[in-house]
T-cell receptor, first 115, second 112 residues
Framework: EPEVTQTPSHQVTQMGQEVILRCVPI?????FYWYRQILGQKVEFLVS????????KSEIFDDQFSVERPDGSNFTLKIRSTKLEDSAMYFC?????????????FGPGTRLTVT | DAKTTQPNSMESNEEEPVHLPCNHS???????IHWYRQLPSQGPEYVIH???SNVNNRMASLAIAEDRKSSTLILHRATLRDAAVYYC?????????????FGKGITLSVRP
């Protein structure tokens, strides 16, 4: 069964450093998303992406964040200058347009630890 | 966005049915009711969705009240693997690209 994959599974970085989180969505999917979950808190939407453009972003997704689909398979989230409060699980998700369900398929997540 | 309300937690016994309730009294006519779950240390996982009629799939059943102001996710025979946080989420009909807005969900514990 196709699945969303994410790398790395765990990333440790120092405050102020840039990080890139990578995702490989399901191959025929057209819509891509990033969510994050701070330990013990709710899953929060960050950004959605379609046709090489951001469709929607939350107020969390400020100028420090960017997304890119550099080729036909990868979808990346970059944090330019990490802060302690960026420590969280980051989940990538994708969905297609067939049917009316549009369910989102999530990856296993990348745990980002900012020290 | 229309809100959903779920109990914080529920316990069940293995191999017994589980009914997880969700209230969504401000639901609009074009909102689908989606359920996702999150197993420990994993990403969320789609479970089921519906609009007006009850729905069944291999994972669960979804019972939707006639006025659509509440719904119930039914796991017919709970297993230990079903222990997770279950989220009831409303999504608009035309929301192919719409975000999922997660609440706190209901934490289901399953006793052996």
């Amino acid at each position: 069964e196709p699945e969303v994959t994410q790398t790395p599974s765990h990333q440790v970085t120092q405050m102020g450093q840039e990080v890139i989180l990578r995702c490989v969505p399901i191959s025929n999917h057209l819509y891509f998303y990033w969510y994050r979950q701070i330990l013990g808190q709710k899953v929060e939407f960050l950004v959605s992406f379609y046709n090489n453009e951001i469709s929607e972003k939350s107020e969390i997704f400020d100028d420090q964040f960017s997304v890119e689909r550099p080729d036909g398979s990868n979808f990346t989230l970059k944090i330019r200058s990490t802060k302690l409060e960026d420590s969280a699980m980051y989940f990538c998700a994708s969905s297609d347009r067939t049917g009316t369900s549009y369910e989102q398929y999530f990856g296993p997540g990348t745990r980002l630890t900012v020290t | 966005d229309a809100k959903t309300t779920q109990p914080n937690s529920m316990e069940s016994n293995e191999e017994e049915p589980v009914h997880l309730p969700c209230n969504h009294s401000t639901i609009s006519g074009t909102d689908y009711i989606h359920w996702y779950r999150q197993l420990p240390s994993q990403g969320p996982e789609y479970v089921i969705h519906g609009l007006t009629s009850n729905v069944n799939n291999r994972m669960a059943s979804l019972a939707i009240a006639e006025d659509r102001k509440s719904s119930t996710l039914i796991l017919h025979r709970a297993t230990l693997r079903d222990a997770a946080v279950y989220y009831c989420i409303l999504r608009p009909l035309t929301g192919a690209n719409s975000k999922l807005t997660f609440g706190k969900g209901i934490t289901l514990s399953v006793r052996p």
